[in-house]
Structure formats: C-alpha cells, structure tokens
C-alpha cells in the first residue's frame, strides 16, 4: 500500500530539492523584509507628516526666521534656516549683490530638499526589487522543481500522476511564495512613493515660505543700504 503523501506547505518545503529549498528561503526572507520595511516606514512617514504639518504652521505664525528655530538641526526647518544663517555669514562682505544673496540662499534650500528626498526614498528601493524579481526567483523555482521531476519519471520508468504530484506541487509551491512575496512588496512601494511625494510637496513648501522671509529681509536690507545705514546679516533672536 502506498503511504499517503503530505501535501501541507510545510511537509512539501521538507520534501523539495535543494535548490527549490533555497529559492523559498529567500523568498521568504524577502516577504519578512518587505514587511519589516512596511513598518519602519510606516512609523516614519507617520513622525515626518506630523513634524512637516507642525513645522509649517509654526513658521506661518512666527513669519520670521529666528536662532531657537536654526537651533533644532533634528528638523528639516532647522536645516534650513541653519543653511539660511550659513549663507548670511558668508556673505557678509558683499553686501552689494542682494540678487545674488537670494540665488545662493534657494540654491542651498535645494540641496536640503534634495538631501531630506532621499532620506525619505530610503528602503523603497528594495521593496521596488523585491516585487520586481520576486515572481522570477519563484518562477525558477518552479521550473527547476518540474525538470527534477520528469528526471524522476524516467528514473522510476512509472507515469503514474502519484509519482508525479508531489514534484510538481513542491514546484509550485516556489511560484505561490513568489507572489505571496511580491504582490504586497509592490503594494507597499506605491502607497509609500505617494505618502513620500506628499512629504516632499511639505517640504517644498516650506522651502518657499522661507524664501519668502528671505526675500522680505533681503528687501530690508536693500532699503537700509539705500538709506546708509549698516546692513546687519543673519537671523533676529526670539522675541525680536
């Protein structure tokens, strides 16, 4: 009588080739990854948006750039006014070229929205990965399952679909791990490409809400200077 063969997940990863073996190891390290960055990023974009959202309406009602706020470097607010203080301090011998001032000011907020877009884009990249090579690691597994297979049908000289079955459902069991791998990977890497692009049109924002306090000093400035009076650079105290 011939025993009764397992066909539970577990009980056919057991009874699989090696290869087939290894491919499921790594698919299902790649699932456990994709969901691990699920929750990292998650927590996060989650601090992100809630900093970006304070951020913002505390520099809408200050309406002015002062030291506490360059003081917080944790913020993506307190690097930019740091690079804003930055730029006035070494600008402070050519107090003639204020066009050139404003130029140099948007240019270096650039590079802080730049620097912050990629800190934010950090781990989607393997979840883009993961989705996109997950379906073909399970595919070989797969195939690979199914050639050893129909070298066991040959070996045995039986056709018989019992002697068949097992190999074939091990095989496919590669496959199923591969979209169980890669669906969600792909899921995720599109709702966190829209929460970061959110993230990143706060942090522009900011960036202009600045550049506009930048402009209403450097206008200031400009008016002292036209009147004779010393031009005085970097950012006013709290309380000023």
């Not at 309406?57 to 003081?71: E, P, T, V, Y």
């Not at 993506?76 to 066009?99: F, N, R, W």
């Not at 802080?112 to 950090?122: I, P």
């Amino acid at each position: 009588m011939t025993p009764a063969v397992s066909f539970s997940p577990w009980a056919m990863f057991l009874q699989a080739n090696i290869v087939v073996q290894s491919v499921m190891i790594i698919l299902l390290f790649g699932c456990l990854l994709s969901w691990t960055i699920c929750i990292a990023k998650s927590v996060e974009l989650f601090i992100t948006h809630k900093k970006l959202m304070k951020e913002q309406i505390a520099l809408q009602k200050s309406g002015k750039l002062d030291q506490n706020q360059a003081s917080n470097k944790k913020c993506i607010v307190g690097a930019m006014i740091m690079a804003v203080l930055d730029e006035y301090q070494s600008s402070k011998g050519m107090t003639h070229d204020m066009t050139g001032l404003k130029e140099r000011i948007a240019m270096t907020l650039e590079r802080v929205e730049a620097c912050e877009g990629r800190r934010l884009l950090k781990g989607t990249g393997l979840l883009a990965t993961i989705g996109a090579t997950a379906p073909f690691i399970g595919l070989f597994g797969t195939v690979w399952g199914i050639m050893n297979s129909f070298t066991g049908i040959v070996a045995a000289k039986a056709t018989s679909l019992t002697v068949v079955a097992p190999g074939i459902a091990e095989a496919l069991l590669a496959t199923a791990l591969g979209l169980v791998t890669a669906i969600p990977a792909v899921i995720l890497y599109n709702i966190f490409s829209r929460h970061i692009m959110h993230c990143r049109a706060h942090i522009a924002d900011l960036s202009t809400l600045i550049m506009r306090i930048v402009s209403r000093d450097v206008s200031q400035m400009t008016a002292q200077q036209e009147k004779g009076q010393v031009i005085q650079f970097g950012l006013r105290a709290a309380g000023e």
